[in-house]
C-alpha cells in the first residue's frame, strides 16, 4: 500500500484529530521546542519542601495481609523479594541483573525519539521493552510488600539502593528512560507507592526521602508537556499519563496537575470503554492495564467519579470478569499482551486475572469473587469483601458455556487501534485447560520473523481466504481497512442444544467472500464450528481452516472428508474432527513450534507456538485444513472430550 493511500485511510478511520495532535507532537521534536522546555537537570538543583508533600492512602493491616498469602505465597513473595535484594529481577521470561547504568554517554530525550538503536544499549532480543521493564520499578512494589509483611530492614535497603543507582545514571531528561511520558508515568505511580510503605523503614533517612520527592517532581513535571502524544494515541498512554499528573497533583498539592489529570482521565475512560465493556485497545492485557490504572484513582481520589466513568468501569469489569476461567484464572490472549502489570500486588503468576477482576468488581460492581491468595490485590486497594459473590462459571455473559467447558468468540467493532486481526476467532476451554487457543504476542520490536507476526489472521483460530489477512496491515502496530464483526444468539428448541451464536465479519468483502461462523454447544460438553463461504464472484479460493491447540502427545487418522486429531492431557483427551465436502481438493497439516510434523504446506518460523506473558513462547499444535472451491462452502469442526479414566461423551 503506497503511502498516500494509507495516509487517506488513517485519515478515514482515525479523523484528522489525532493525526493533528500527533504532528504537533513531530514539530515540537523537530524543532528543539521540547529540548527548550525539559533541560537536563540534576536531582540536588531541585527545591521541593517536605511541606508541600500529602500523605494518599493508609496501608493495609500486615496481619490480613499474612492471612490472604498463607506460607506458600508468603515464601514465594520472599524469593522473590531476596532475589531483587541480590541485584536480580525478573524481566517477562528472564531474570537479569537489575542495573540502571549505560555503555555510553546518554543524550536529551529527544535524541532517541529519532535515532534509538537499542543494540547500542546490548537490550536483550534488541527490544526497548527490556530496557524499559525494569526502570518501571515494578520491583518496588515486591519489596515493598515484602517489608510491609516481615518489617526487615534489607527490603527497604534494596529499594533506596536501587533508586539511587537509577537517579545517579539517569539524571532528569537524560537517556531513554525519559523518552516516553507513559513510561515516566508509570514509574512515578511506583514511586508514589513506595514513598508510603517505606516511610517509616529504618533504612528511609531525611536526605532519601528529599530525594525522592525530588525525583517524582521532576518525573510529574516531565508528562504535561507531551500529553499531546498520548492524546493524539488516545489509549492507554493517555490513561496511566493523566493518573500520574493527577496523583502528583494530589501528592504536592498541585491545583494545576490535579485538574489537568483529572479532566484526560476522565475523558480517556469515558471515550476509550466500549458500549459493552471492551478497552479501545482490544486487548485483554491493556485492558487490565486500564482497568488497574482506575482502580489506584480510586483508592487514593479526593474527588468524586463522574456518572459516566463508573458506568464506564461497570462495563469493562463486567466485560473482564466475563472472560475469566474460573478454574484458573486465565482468560483469552486476547489481542496485543505486551507483559504489562503496572500493579504486581499478588502472589499469582502473570497470567492470573483473578487479583485485578476481585478488586475492580468489589470497586466498580459491587460484587465480588469468592475469597483466595487473588484477594491481596484488593486489599492493598482499600476494598473490603462484598456480601454478593460469583464466579465465572455462573456469572451472566454472552459466551458459550456448558457443564465443564465454555468458549468465546470473537466479533467485534472497532472505532480505534486494534492490536490482532482475530475476527471470528473461537478460544475455547475445558477443565481450566486452554484447549484452542489465542497465540499471544511474543515480541514486538525484534528482527523478521519475530517482528510482532502473531497479530496476523493466519496464526488464529478462524479462517484466511488465499492467504490474506482480514484487514491491512501497514507497521508492526498499524492495521488498516477494518473489518466489523456481528454476532446473535440462535434459538434452537432441540433440548439438547445449550447455547448457539451465528456471527460475519466483513474482511473478506474486497474478494466478495463473506465468512459466517455458527458455534453450537451441546449439554454433553460437545462444541461443533461450522464456517460458511459464500463466494460472490464464482471463483476458486483457497480457504485455510486453522485451530492453534494446546501442546501434548497426539494421534491423527485421516480419510476423505475427515482428520480427526486426539490430544492427551493432564485431565484426559480432547479429539477435534475436522470435516470437508467431497469433490474439493483438500489438504490437512499438523505443525509445532515452527516445524512440519505431518502434511505439506510450507511452515512459518513462528506457526506453532503460543506467548502467554512478552518475550515467553511454548510449542502448540498448529492444524490446518486448506480447500480449494469456487462455490459456496461448509466446513465443521466438532471437538469432544474424554476425562481421565473416563470415557468420550457421545
Do not use: C
Amino acid at each position: 500500500m503506497s503511502k498516500i493511500s494509507s495516509a487517506f485511510k488513517y485519515t478515514r478511520q482515525f479523523g484528522l484529530r489525532p493525526l493533528f495532535l500527533y504532528g504537533l507532537y513531530k514539530l515540537g521534536i523537530k524543532t528543539g521546542y521540547y529540548k527548550r522546555v525539559t533541560p537536563i537537570l540534576d536531582l540536588r538543583s531541585s527545591n521541593i519542601e517536605s511541606s508541600n508533600s500529602a500523605r494518599l492512602f493508609m496501608l493495609p493491616d500486615s496481619k490480613s495481609l499474612l492471612q490472604i498469602l498463607g506460607a506458600e505465597g508468603q515464601a514465594s513473595l520472599l524469593n522473590e523479594a531476596h532475589q531483587i535484594v541480590n541485584g536480580k529481577v525478573k524481566v517477562f521470561g528472564e531474570t537479569l541483573a537489575l542495573d540502571f547504568s549505560h555503555n555510553q554517554p546518554l543524550q536529551h530525550w529527544t535524541f532517541y525519539e529519532t535515532d534509538f538503536q537499542p543494540s547500542t544499549f546490548n537490550v536483550l532480543h534488541n527490544d526497548i521493552k527490556y530496557l524499559w521493564e525494569p526502570a518501571r520499578f515494578g520491583f518496588a512494589f515486591t519489596l515493598g510488600r515484602a517489608y510491609h509483611l516481615t518489617q526487615e530492614n534489607q527490603y527497604a535497603e534494596a529499594f533506596w539502593r536501587h533508586f539511587e543507582a537509577f537517579t545517579k545514571n539517569n539524571p532528569v531528561h537524560l537517556g531513554p528512560h525519559w523518552m516516553n511520558g507513559q513510561e515516566v508515568a508509570i514509574r512515578l505511580l511506583a514511586l508514589v507507592w513506595a514513598s508510603h510503605v517505606f516511610e517509616s523503614a529504618p533504612a528511609t533517612s531525611a536526605e532519601r526521602s528529599a530525594a525522592l520527592r525530588q525525583s517524582m517532581y521532576q518525573h510529574a513535571n516531565r508528562i504535561p508537556f507531551t500529553l499531546i502524544y498520548a492524546r493524539s494515541q488516545n489509549n492507554n498512554h493517555l490513561i496511566t499519563e493523566a493518573a500520574a499528573i493527577y496523583t502528583a497533583g494530589l501528592f504536592f498539592k498541585n491545583t494545576e496537575w490535579r485538574k489537568l489529570g483529572w479532566r484526560w482521565l476522565h475523558w480517556a475512560l469515558q471515550n476509550q470503554i466500549g458500549g459493552f465493556g471492551e478497552y479501545i485497545q482490544h486487548s485483554v492485557n491493556y485492558h487490565r492495564v486500564m482497568l488497574q490504572t482506575a482502580l489506584w484513582v480510586n483508592f487514593i481520589k479526593q474527588d468524586v467519579f463522574p456518572t459516566g466513568t463508573t458506568q464506564a468501569l461497570a462495563r469493562s469489569t463486567h466485560w473482564l470478569f466475563s472472560l475469566l476461567d474460573n478454574a484458573s484464572g486465565r482468560t483469552p490472549n486476547l489481542g496485543a499482551n505486551d507483559g504489562a502489570l503496572i500493579f504486581p500486588l499478588s502472589a499469582t503468576p502473570f497470567e492470573d486475572y483473578r487479583p485485578t477482576v476481585q478488586a475492580a468488581a468489589r470497586a466498580f460492581l459491587r460484587n465480588s469473587l469468592t475469597s483466595g491468595v487473588w484477594d491481596e490485590t484488593a486489599l492493598w486497594f482499600g476494598l473490603k469483601a462484598t456480601a454478593r459473590e460469583s464466579d465465572s462459571d455462573i456469572y451472566l455473559t454472552d459466551n458459550l458455556h456448558a457443564k465443564n467447558s465454555w468458549g468465546y468468540l470473537r466479533a467485534s467493532n472497532f472505532k480505534s487501534r486494534l492490536g490482532h486481526m482475530d475476527q471470528l476467532h473461537f478460544d475455547l476451554w475445558w477443565r481450566g485447560l486452554n484447549v484452542a487457543q489465542d497465540a499471544g504476542t511474543y515480541l514486538y520490536n525484534a528482527a523478521p520473523p519475530w517482528d510482532n507476526p502473531l497479530a496476523t489472521t493466519r496464526v488464529h483460530n478462524t479462517l484466511t481466504v488465499d492467504g490474506q489477512d482480514q484487514m491491512t496491515r501497514v507497521g508492526k502496530f498499524l492495521t488498516l481497512d477494518w473489518a466489523n464483526g456481528y454476532a446473535k444468539p440462535v434459538i434452537d428448541l432441540n433440548e439438547k442444544v445449550l447455547h448457539r451464536v451465528r456471527a460475519y465479519h466483513t474482511g473478506y468483502r474486497r474478494l466478495q467472500v463473506k465468512h459466517q461462523r455458527t458455534v453450537t454447544v451441546y449439554a454433553d460438553d460437545v462444541w461443533e464450528v461450522e464456517d460458511r463461504l459464500l463466494n460472490g464472484r464464482r471463483r476458486f479460493r483457497t480457504y485455510r481452516l486453522h485451530w492453534l491447540l494446546l501442546d501434548g502427545p497426539w494421534t491423527l487418522e485421516q480419510d476423505e472428508l475427515s482428520a480427526t486429531l486426539k490430544i492427551q492431557t493432564t485431565r484426559g483427551t480432547v479429539q477435534l474432527v475436522v470435516r470437508h465436502p467431497a469433490n474439493v481438493e483438500s489438504a490437512i497439516s499438523l505443525a509445532r513450534a515452527g516445524e512440519l510434523l505431518i502434511g505439506q504446506r510450507k511452515v512459518q518460523p513462528y506457526e506453532g507456538w503460543v506467548s502467554r506473558n512478552y518475550g515467553e513462547k511454548t510449542p502448540a499444535l498448529s492444524l490446518a485444513l486448506e480447500v480449494e472451491s469456487m462455490y459456496q462452502i461448509v466446513l465443521t469442526s466438532e471437538f469432544r472430550f474424554m476425562e481421565q479414566g473416563g470415557s468420550a461423551r457421545v
